[in-house]
């Protein structure tokens, strides 16, 4: 199937109006992405980002992420009601649901897979999607040493999710930069319990040491996206 560009781009125009600093658009093997999908066809999907727009402090950092992960869902909602108002099928995903079942850790910035249940044929099912991986792959960024997703522009300082389709996209290219990571340890230096690594992360310890918070460590101390302070007058 053909892409249908001109839907692309008013998504596009679209998700920027409401509030969206940037968006990316993938394909996916439809046994890639789970074991059942509610609708038929090919599996196309859009990456949506929306940053920070400020440095804060760890203590409003919590806060401020659950704002802008509201705002974020609400609009994959409405840009998935413009793609069923041009006869196709699309499902928003949530920014932030359950247990992921690998790394138990519940903020999907840090886990492997994303679990969703979802209603195929009457029965319960669960779909499986990475936010951060698809991110990457629509070229909004690339997954740093803590296991977030980096964005050039902005940092770790974003949130991401998701919306599923059948509406035929052209997938946006990946990211082709050197790795900015490969010289800074600044999140390895961080993490007060050493989950961070060079060689990889252990997330029970970065589960343990959170607890039923998020620790914003690694996140305040990366470089990438850091807003640069104005000099003293």
Partial sequence: ????????????????????????????????????????????YVSLLKAFGEDLPEQ?????????????????????RHIASEGYKALPLPVDVRLCPNCHYHYSG?????????????????????????????GLGFIGKSGLLISPKYGPRVVVTSLITNAPFQPTSKLLMPYPCETCDECVKACPVGAITNEGI????????????????????????????????
């Fill in 1 to 44: 199937m053909s892409a249908d560009a001109s839907l692309q781009w008013r998504l596009m125009a679209l998700a920027k109006t409401l509030g969206c600093d940037e968006l990316g658009f993938g394909h996916v093997p439809r046994s890639v992405l789970a074991k059942e999908v509610p609708f038929k066809g090919e599996v196309y």
């Fill in 110 to 138: 840090f886990c492997h897979l994303f679990e969703m249940p979802v209603m195929v044929k009457g029965r319960n099912s669960i779909l499986l999607f990475d936010h951060r991986r698809a991110a990457v792959e629509a």
């Fill in 60 to 80: 409003k950092l919590e806060e401020h992420w659950r704002r802008l992960a509201i705002l974020l869902e609400s609009i994959a909602q409405q840009l998935s």
């Fill in 202 to 233: 252990d997330y029970s310890k970065c589960l343990n040491n959170s607890g039923s918070t998020r620790c914003w460590m690694c996140l305040l101390a990366c470089p990438i996206g850091r807003k640069k302070q104005p000099p003293p007058k």
